[in-house]
């Protein structure tokens, strides 16, 4: 079964995990599915708050946090990661964007673009100007991206990305799904590309005649 990678471009950690997984694919020969989600809409769903709401008056946890993510970028030598100036970015129509440019099959691409223009030169994406402008820089068709994205099946599907992630017990971004297994967290990588490395159990497989 193929892994997923649930995302959304306004989690930095998202991003930090997209840069690190092609190495895992390649070491694996596995492929992840890339799914939008809506990071506010998981929220919602499961009472989660973002770590800086959530850890406001535990001012050790956040700086703590602060210090596993430069542990992470130095460990897999991310140097081209620059913090969004200004985050949080409301990201529902870059999410409905990605299902639109799914839908095109151009979804690596947009993937790449956004958070390249996220978390490496930064701009402030909720903005529909500079959406516009980065989506045609990034050579992808804008106009078209961007009508889809207002159209309500895309909106539809981008809902149900995000229920399922719920349903699969998700409750922030990023989250993988190997088989029936969810991980949380970029930190937990390690253990996604154990489980596409383990033989399945004998009794998991398929009996043969």
Known sequence: ????????FGSPNAYLAHRVIPGIEDRTGRRFRYVPVLLGGLFKLTGNQAPMLAFANIPNKLAYERREMARFIERHTLTAFRMN???????????????????????????????HFMWEEPRKLDDPAIMAATLAEAGLPADRLIALAQQEPIKQQLLANTQAAYAHGAFG???????????????????????LTTPPKTSDRQSTP
């Open 173 to 195: 971004i990023p989250s993988f799904m190997v088989g029936e297994e969810l991980y949380f967290g970029k930190d937990r990588l390690d253990d996604v590309e154990a489980a």
């Open 1 to 8: 079964m193929q892994p997923i990678f649930y995302f959304d």
């Open 85 to 115: 100036p200004y985050f949080p970015v409301n990201t529902l129509q870059l999410m409905r964007g990605a299902v639109a440019a799914e839908t095109e099959g151009m979804l690596a691409a947009y993937v790449e673009a956004m958070f």
